[in-house]
Structures are given as structure tokens and as C-alpha cells.
């Protein structure tokens, strides 16, 4: 099987953004010119085993993940949410279930408050603070370009969410720590009554090329993420990282695979979710069910 230098020249940046090295620093702890990494990067130049090698242990991967073989791990979410754009880009068809939203439906106001949350979720004890903020705005930089498939053109895209997921946000709210004021928790709790609504709105118009299904039923307790490629593989993507309510992106280890065996269960278990899932009009009055429930319950007796 010829190396598909291409494919390894994105994982690699993928971990050099996870790693937060620069062009430079990374050209400079292995001993080459920017000019040479940016074309290992493009996957213009072939790349040595040796070379390959010293890459990994500079970004703290093992070799058979920066090629590709097998399953690809990333321990940090900007690896993974970078590597995870990448397909997106490659792709014709998308299944995301993120639970208890899917980023690429939501509004473009979503990413100042999923900051919001992220910053004061921060515990205080966290040993590198400017890092950590740091970390944050990099990786909101790579979550808003995976937007870019939105664009006319772009792969279709099929989004799952659980109803049950969606209740418990309504009643959290937006937040990234319970430790705010009564104010604050439903100011919250409005801009996830927001983010819902947008929801509702996009399941009533449907918009070409764009569909989300509302499963009034158990769902998995991990995101998935289900990529059909252009040249007709499919990859699924399985992460421990949460961007709803009281968000995780600082700890867990997500997977991307072509495995045979696991792109069949997903996409058995997709199949099976999509079917108990009410779309359109019906989905989206779900929706408003429970905005209305939650509104009911939070009015004086």
C-alpha cells in the first residue's frame, strides 16, 4: 500500500496544534527549515521513517498514529477537533451526535459563550492559568473553522440529540461552574433556551443538505462522529470531550479509526438511533416542549 504522505502531513499538524508549537518551534526542535515542515505538513515531501519517528516523540504520539495505522489517539482536544476538521473538509456525508448540542448547529454567538464557560471552569489550582486561556482560544479557532462545511458544496450533514440531554441543559443553562449567582444561572439558562430554539427553527426549515433527529431515549454517554469520505472511506470518531453545559476539553483520550468492524457498529448504531429519532416539525416541537415544561415549572404557584 503506498504512504499516503498527504493524510500524515495533517495528522502531524493536527498534533502540532494539540502540542501548541508554532511552525518554528517545531521546525526547530527537529532540525529543519520551516520551509521543510510546512511542505511535510502539505504532504508535498516525502517523509523519512527516522524523520517520522523524531516527530512523534517531539509531539508525544506514537509512530503508527501519526501514520494512520490502525487507530489515531489524541490526548488533547485541539489534536482532535483539528484532525476532526480535517475529514470534515474531505467529506460528503457527516453523522455527529454531541450531546446535548451539535456545535455545527449552533449559533454563531455560541463560541463567545462556550469561551465564557471554559474560562470560568477553569479551577483555580490549574498550574499554568495564561496556558490553559491560551489553549482555550486556540482551540475555538480550530472549532470555528470546522463552520467552513457549512459553505454551499459542502458534505450533508445529519445531526443526533438526546431529548433527555437537551432537559437537563434547559435546566443547567450555559455554564461552565455552578458557582454563579442566581442572575447569572438564568441569564444561562436563557441562552440555552436560545441555542434550543435555533435547533427547533433549523429542524422546521430543513435546510438542504442538513437534517437533526430528536431521540426521546437512552443515548450513548460518549460523542461520535461518523465521516464518509469523498473517495467513499468512512472514518468514526469517538471523543471524551463535551462543549454543552459545564464543557470538558481539558481531560480524556478521543479516537479516529477506518476500521472496518467499528465503522459498521456506528453506523448500525446511527441507523437504530435515526429510527427512534422524531425530525422536522415533529422533532422540533419536542423542543419547544421542553422549553415550555421548563418555563411552566420555573413559574410561582
Known amino acids: 500500500m503506498p ?7 495533517l495528522r502531524l499538524k493536527a498534533h ?9 518551534e517545531a521546525a526547530d526542535r527537529l532540525g529543519v527549515s520551516r520551509a521543510a515542515l510546512y511542505n511535510y505538513e502539505r504532504g508535498s515531501t516525502p517523509i523519512k521513517v527516522e524523520t517520522l519517528e523524531r516527530m512523534a516523540e517531539i509531539l508525544g504520539v506514537s509512530l503508527p498514529s ?7 489517539y489524541f490526548s488533547t482536544a485541539i489534536a482532535y ?10 467529506s460528503e456525508r457527516i453523522t ?3 450531546e446535548p448540542i451539535t456545535f455545527l448547529l449552533t449559533s454563531e454567538d455560541f463560541s463567545r459563550t462556550l469561551r ?86 433549523l ?3 430543513e435546510p438542504l443538505g442538513m437534517q437533526t433527529g430528536v431521540i426521546d431515549d437512552t443515548v450513548p454517554n460518549q460523542t461520535f462522529e461518523i465521516c464518509r469520505l469523498r473517495d467513499r472511506t468512512s472514518l468514526v470518531a469517538v471523543s471524551p470531550f463535551r462543549l454543552g453545559e459545564l464543557p470538558n476539553v481539558r481531560l480524556g483520550v478521543a479516537s479516529i479509526t477506518a ?41 410561582p404557584s
Open 259 to 299: 476500521a472496518a468492524d467499528a465503522v459498521e457498529l456506528y453506523e448500525r448504531l446511527v441507523a437504530a438511533m435515526w429510527q427512534r429519532a422524531a425530525k422536522g416539525a415533529a422533532g422540533a416541537a419536542l423542543l419547544r416542549r421542553a422549553i415550555a415544561e421548563l418555563k411552566k415549572q420555573a413559574q
Open 116 to 201: 465564557m464557560m471554559l474560562l470560568e471552569g477553569l479551577p483555580e489550582t490549574v498550574a499554568d492559568r495564561a496556558k490553559a486561556v491560551d489553549d482555550i482560544d486556540r482551540l475555538l479557532v480550530v472549532l470555528e473553522q470546522r463552520r467552513s462545511v457549512l459553505m454551499p458544496g459542502g458534505p450533508t450533514i445529519a445531526g443526533l440529540i438526546g431529548l433527555t440531554e437537551v432537559r437537563r441543559l434547559l435546566r443547567t443553562g450555559l455554564i461552565g461552574t455552578y458557582a454563579l449567582k442566581d442572575k447569572q444561572r438564568e441569564a444561562r439558562r436563557q441562552l440555552a433556551r436560545q441555542e434550543v430554539e435555533r435547533t427547533a427553527a
Open 66 to 72: 501519526l501514520l494512520g495505522a490502525g487507530t489515531e
Open 203 to 205: 429542524m422546521e426549515r
Open 81 to 90: 477537533f483539528e484532525r476532526l476538521r480535517q475529514l470534515e473538509a474531505q
Open 3 to 9: 504512504v499516503d504522505f498527504p493524510q500524515i502531513g
Open 96 to 98: 455527529l451526535f454531541y
Open 16 to 24: 502540532r496544534l494539540g502540542a501548541g508549537l508554532s511552525p518554528d
